[in-house]
T-cell receptor
């Protein structure tokens, strides 16, 4: 099992540009989570999907952020337009059908820098 | 509000010694699950240990064990025989019932001195 795969690992972009982060969850996992990590705010849950359906997007900061999960093996988090305050590490995590109580498996994260 | 408090932003331990990281949480629920995650410099978040609130027995995983005090809402992590590879950020988190969200602490940075 290759684990949760995120790409790119690093992204540097200019303010105003569109940024797309990608995630491939573990095969057979039915829940997927997008997190943002900053020094000031720690880990913040942005959105999570269950069986490819968005369940709770209350953590999405504003309309500039959107997430999709077109199938069980792929999800994207898009920021358009990007701003310097979006600079953070973005994590994707997935959990099995047994439920998150058994823990999440995280990807390696994407470090986003908006200049 | 549901919160997790890790009162020690930074800690250090000598190699081969034992260290305890503290965590307290606040929930009115009775059915919940507690976790410790490790985040080394590589950035990968790794599940270290988990505990079901309904179990009185403290969870153990090799050199890692917890001291779960339900009444005090305390969930500390003990690392025995510390190794250089244990140096990392450690996050405490809990999940209530079937809610898919984890509530996270701000982390404790652990250094291991050779």
């Amino acid at each position: 099992d290759a684990g949760v795969i995120q790409s790119p690992r690093h992204e540097v972009t200019e303010m105003g540009q569109e940024v797309t982060l990608r995630c491939k969850p573990i095969s057979g996992h039915n829940s997927l989570f997008w997190y943002r990590q900053t020094m000031m705010r720690g880990l913040e849950l942005l959105i999570y999907f269950n069986n490819n359906v968005p369940i709770d997007d209350s953590g999405m900061p504003e309309d500039r952020f959107s997430a999709k999960m077109p199938n069980a093996s792929f999800s994207t988090l898009k920021i358009q337009p990007s701003e310097p305050r979006d600079s953070a590490v973005y994590f994707c995590a997935s959990s099995s059908r047994r439920g998150p109580r058994y823990g999440y498996t995280f990807g390696s994260g994407t470090r986003l820098t908006v200049v | 509000a549901q919160t997790v408090t890790q009162s020690q932003p930074e800690m250090s331990v000598q190699e081969a010694e034992t260290v305890t990281l503290s965590c307290t949480y606040d929930t009115s629920e009775s059915d919940y699950y507690l976790f410790w995650y490790k985040q080394p410099p590589s950035r990968q978040m790794i599940l270290v240990i988990r505990q079901e609130a309904y179990k009185q027995q403290n969870a153990t995983e090799n050199r890692f064990s917890v001291n779960f005090q339900k009444a005090a809402k305390s969930f500390s992590l003990k690392i025995s025989d510390s190794q250089l590879g244990d140096a990392a950020m450690y996050f405490c988190a809990y999940q209530v019932g079937n809610n898919r969200k984890l509530i996270w602490g701000l982390g404790t940075s652990l250094g291991v001195n050779p």
